[in-house]
């Protein structure tokens, strides 16, 4: 470690024994970590993939707590019991929970952690309650906490449904040329919205007294500041949704390109949404509701037609739990086989541990598999082909990718209606929401394991057309559609969870454009280049000042960097352009003592902390694979990084990362993807051992252009 610090060290006395041996080592345990076996069935399959554990905050396992509360507690007594020892060790010294590792306590997950103890049976007098009273009270109160968790304590008859954010399900009914509706906001938002607008309309109905109450969190009086939802402490925007400044802008007023809030000049568009949620109130106490059977009647149809080929609705965590209790309050049954399904695909996201149960947000098997293929084919280089068992689970996680390409018209038909329809999901199933960045992943992956895969050539002609068509007006892509981006909808009060738009971003649209400029003969295609041209054009007016890009879905300006430096590098743009330089001067400026890079989740909410936070081996490597591609491989820095890699690597081959590196919404939940800390330094550490036998026998590192590379106009 200590002779990584060292930037004097001669680059000719880092071992290439030492890098091939720590590459194979990387191979050889991500190989170890191939899985035959189909998961609906459990037997052995001629077909594999990759799946690594997804974790997030203590907030899932207090979700889970709450919804098998509300579900059937007392058949769920015990699971409860092994969920809450989850949560209980999760809390912080100072009686706080946070939202991410080494991150600062936060007012919604420490009141819903405090909720799931009290049902699993933690009386109030508890050392573990007692600093959480203290906690919430430092934090601004029990009263700033988001619009979900309102609707959690509302449906447990612990506050009032007024305090919570008017949904009525006649927002289904809004028709598409209506400037708001439900196609105007993310698939994750729609899918955790529509049924919440049921359990709104419905949960009088349905609910029973618990006997449960958390009145001593109100007892004096204290609210947190404006009671919406927001909360200050210390002067620092709360990850739970800011002190006011709102997403993208530090303390100091500093903003980033990243997220941008629509600009107030004449009125507050909060202050109209505001007006509105209460004209909805009141209209909800009234008989008066000519359209809600036949509004909650197209929810029910809405979320029935999308349960279809998915491993639940949207095949993400706080969409499915909504959507079970959605169909209990519309009648159905328990052991109904949608509510018995939508139970059983809970259960495949909990993993058990000793006498623990804690929950993942959803599975990513097609993310990590394309990945993993990637590191691996990236791995071999020159070294010839692969060995026949490398080659048989190269040519088995192909043949299941092409097995999950999506053949069914899905929610972004919406808004593209005359594409062919494919692309690729994040998990295993969900056929109405193929994923952009993985659809990229995919098809580069697919690219790598070479022919004698029957319909290989055809997929990935599909992917590619389909990802084109889905290209943002400002020239960007985003997840999962194109143009979800009216920023008006970011002032409405279910808003909070700062997810409610699907905008285009530096991070997606540098994956797309990788994707378009390593498949061969891609970029012959005048509607190809025609993308290329406005995609660079995003790239630059979305540039930082200080040369980084905003990560969207990774931690951050490291993982944007990385992500758009290796796009513009696949497409051609050459090294001496201006764009390339200023990432390559911010990425050598974020290197840490030890060789690596590292960022916080913090960044998040204070630009001014880009780039910096304790090394990580995700990081490190999407830092060297950003500089290499902007033809520094034989730079100190790359040199460095990647010789951090390789003494830090343990014994088994993976690395050991405590950080969390991975993005679900910004500032409000944070990922750990399991994979990350292996996958990700055998890609840079072969990357960078490619580059470097590349320049001795004289080819380049990467094709050479200039911006001026690829036409404006399309064909």
């Known amino acids: 470690m200590a002779s990584s610090a060292d930037p004097n060290i001669s680059l000719n006395e880092f071992s290439d024994s030492g890098l091939d041996s720590s590459i194979e080592q990387a191979r050889d345990c991500l190989l170890s970590q191939f899985q035959w076996q189909d998961p609906a069935t459990g037997k052995d399959s001629t077909e594999g993939f990759w799946c690594g554990e997804l974790e997030a905050d203590s907030t899932l396992e207090s979700d889970y707590i709450l919804f098998l509360h509300l579900f059937d507690k007392e058949k769920y007594r015990d699971k409860i019991a092994r969920l809450a020892s989850v949560v209980a060790r999760h809390q912080l010294e100072d009686g706080s929970w946070n939202i991410y590792e080494g ?75 209506f400037y708001i509706n439900i196609y105007e906001i993310s698939y994750w938002s729609r899918a955790i919205l529509i049924p919440l607008s049921i359990l709104y309309a419905k949960w009088a109905d349905f609910s029973t007294p618990s006997g449960l109450s958390i009145e001593e969190l109100f007892d004096d009086g204290e609210t947190a500041a404006g009671g919406n939802g927001n909360n200050a402490v210390a002067g620092k925007a709360s990850p739970g949704g800011g002190a006011g400044n709102g997403p993208g802008v530090n303390p100091n007023g500093q903003r980033h390109k990243g997220i941008r809030r629509y600009t107030e000049s004449i009125f507050s568009w909060r202050s109209v949404f505001t007006t509105i949620d209460l004209v909805l109130k009141k209209l909800e106490k009234t008989r008066v509701k000519p359209l809600r059977k036949l509004a909650v009647k197209k929810a029910e149809d809405w979320i029935i037609t999308r349960l279809e080929d998915s491993d639940g609705l949207g095949a993400i965590f706080p969409s499915m739990i909504n959507s079970v209790l959605a169909l209990r309050c519309l009648g159905y049954d328990s052991d109904h086989p949608l509510v018995l399904e939508g139970m059983e695909k809970l259960e495949e996201l909990e993993i058990e541990e000793g006498e623990e ?23 071999r280089g020159a070294e010839g082909p692969y060995s026949s068992s490398e080659g048989e689970k190269m040519s088995a996680a192909g043949t299941w990718l092409l097995s999950k390409e999506v053949r069914r018209a899905g929610d972004w038909q919406k808004r593209v209606r005359n594409a062919e329809v494919s692309g690729w999901p994040f998990q295993f199933r969900n056929e109405f929401y193929p994923d952009i960045d993985d659809t990229a992943a995919v098809v ?21 057309s389909w990802v084109l068509s889905l290209q943002c007006s400002n020239g960007g892509w985003a997840a999962f559609d194109a143009n979800v981006e ?55 007016d979305s540039q930082e000042e200080n040369g980084s890009w905003y990560g969207r879905w990774g931690v951050n300006y490291i993982y944007g960097t990385w992500q758009a430096l290796k796009g513009l590098s696949a497409v051609g743009v050459g090294p001496d352009e201006d764009i390339i330089r200023r990432a390559a001067t911010y990425l050598k400026a974020r290197q840490n003592t030890d060789g690596g890079w590292g960022e916080s989740c913090e960044s998040y909410e204070d ?46 081959g993976d690395w050991h990362e405590k950080y969390w590196t991975g993005t679900g919404f910004p500032r409000v939940f944070y990922l750990k993807y399991h994979m990350y800390s292996l996958y990700f330094p055998l890609f840079a550490l072969s990357m960078y051992r490619n580059s470097r036998r590349r320049d001795e026998v004289g080819a380049g590192a990467a094709p050479q252009g200039t911006l001026e590379s690829f036409p404006a106009q399309q064909d």
Request: include cysteine; aromatic fraction near 4%; hydrophobic fraction near 45%.
């Open 607 to 652: 630009p001014a902390l880009s780039g910096v936070g304790e090394t990580t081996p995700s990081q490190t490597a999407w830092a060297v694979m950003g500089l290499i591609a902007a033809g520094e491989q034989d730079s100190v820095e790359v040199e460095r990084g990647a010789r951090f890699l390789v003494e830090t690597q343990a014994e088994d």
């Open 357 to 379: 149960i804690h929950l993942q947000p959803c599975l990513s098997p097609v993310w990590d598999t394309a990945l993993a293929l990637n590191a691996i084919g990236e791995s």
């Open 103 to 177: 991150g600062r306590g936060e007012i919604s997950a420490t009141v819903k952690a405090y909720v799931a103890l009290k049902i699993a049976g933690y009386r109030e007098d508890d050392p573990a309650m007692v600093r959480t009273r203290e906690a919430i009270r430092v934090l601004g109160g029990a009263d700033g906490v988001n619009s979900y968790t309102k609707v959690y304590l509302a449906m447990l008859n612990l506050r009032s449904w007024d305090q919570v954010p008017a949904i009525p399900p006649e927002v289904v009914l809004l028709p598409r040329f």
């Open 444 to 464: 580069m992956a697919l690219n790598r394991v070479g022919p004698g895969v029957a319909g290989l050539e055809e997929a990935v002609s599909r992917g590619i």
């Open 486 to 540: 009216r920023k008006i909808l970011n002032e409405i009060p279910y808003a909070d969870h700062n997810a409610m738009l699907d905008p285009a971003c530096a991070d997606i649209t540098g994956r797309v454009l990788e994707m378009l400029g390593s498949t061969q003969g891609c970029l012959e295609s005048a509607k190809a280049k025609a993308a290329v041209r406005c995609a660079v054009e995003y790239l630059e």
